[in-house]
């Protein structure tokens, strides 16, 4: 549950955020040049959110508000650029297609075609090589490792 509410408080925020900068684009001239922009600062602010700032402290704002952090897998280290960029890309474009998937979901449960076996309607747990874990067990899990090694 943790998970969801920080990415619903990462959604909140971006959105916040380019609430407060809408102000700049409607003076832009015209309302595609304004979308466009709008559409460019929430994606930049994204990057910067899901990327950078993981890149740095491990965790998105909404991620560190909720005691959530990102880890790489299977050795629990910092994840990479490469990684961040990735799995923030899949969410980008796994994210818009949910609505649709729940709307096929609903066809199916009304004599649709047939799911495949093993169809997953949810977001993986591991998303390119990236999890997501409370803070609390990636100290415990830290201090179990260093009393095996040490």
């Known amino acids: 549950m943790r998970r969801?509410?920080?990415?619903?408080?990462?959604?909140?925020?971006?959105?916040?955020?380019?609430?407060?900068?809408?102000?700049s684009c409607l003076n832009s001239g015209g309302t595609g040049r304004a979308v466009a922009l709008?559409?460019?600062?929430?994606?930049?602010?994204?990057?910067?959110?899901?990327?950078?700032?993981?890149?740095?402290?491990?965790?998105?704002a909404g991620k560190l508000i909720m005691g959530v952090r990102v880890i790489r897998l299977p050795d629990a280290g910092r994840p990479?650029?490469?990684?961040?960029?990735?799995?923030?890309l899949?969410?980008?474009?796994?994210?818009?297609?949910?609505?649709?998937?729940?709307f096929r979901g609903?066809?199916?449960?009304?004599?649709?075609?047939?799911?495949?076996?093993?169809?997953?309607?949810?977001?993986?747990d591991e998303l390119a090589g990236v999890r997501q874990v409370r803070r609390s067990d990636l100290r415990s899990y830290r201090a179990a490792v260093q009393g095996r090694t040490g």
């Open 80 to 88: 990479g650029f490469r990684l961040l960029v990735l799995r923030w």
């Open 106 to 124: 609903r066809a199916t449960a009304a004599g649709g075609p047939e799911r495949t076996p093993g169809h997953r309607s949810g977001a993986p």
């Open 90 to 102: 899949y969410g980008l474009l796994w994210l818009p297609r949910q609505p649709w998937r729940r």
């Open 38 to 60: 709008l559409v460019v600062q929430l994606v930049a602010l994204s990057f910067a959110n899901q990327v950078l700032l993981t890149m740095a402290v491990r965790a998105s």
């Open 4 to 23: 969801y509410l920080a990415v619903g408080l990462d959604s909140y925020l971006c959105l916040l955020a380019v609430g407060l900068l809408v102000r």
